[in-house]
């Protein structure tokens, strides 16, 4: 939690985000948004995962968070665009080594990105 916290500060988000982990849930990260503060869930699964895959969907998070009107996909686009394509990558090269590859409606897919 350490690590995420620390990632999330480096990102400098407009307010508050709060940081709290989550035990099996169907997703690695999700942020609601408050008011004043946003609360980032981050799966238990995450500890696992490498440094930059971790940045890449803070990241992803925190664009959902300053933009609620962009897609999944427009929202990785976005991840891309900021310089955190070799970090997306190694989401999904982790991603994909344990479960199934992620679909067009979910994101953008590994193929995709590569060639971004
Ligand atoms: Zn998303």
Same mark, same amino acid.
């Given at each position: ?15 508050? +985000? $709060? ?6 849930? #169907? ?8 008011? =004043?503060?946003? &609360? ?17 969907? +803070? $990241? ?6 300053? #933009? ?8 990785? =686009?976005?991840? &891309? ?8 990558i190694s ?26």
């Open positions: 939690m350490k690590r995420i916290r620390r990632i999330v500060r480096s990102f400098r988000p407009s307010k508050p +985000v $709060l940081v709290i982990e989550v035990n099996k849930a #169907d997703y690695y990260m999700a942020v609601s948004n408050y008011f =004043l503060l946003a &609360i980032l869930f981050v799966d238990k699964s995450c500890r696992k995962m490498p440094t930059p895959a971790v940045k890449a969907l +803070v $990241l992803h998070e925190l664009i959902h968070l300053e #933009d609620p009107t962009l897609s999944e996909r427009g929202v990785d =686009l976005r991840v &891309i665009q900021l310089g955190f394509k070799e970090h997306l989401f999904h090269r982790w991603h994909n080594k344990k479960f199934k590859k992620y679909k067009r409606k979910d994101g953008l897919t590994l193929d995709e990105i590569l060639h971004e």
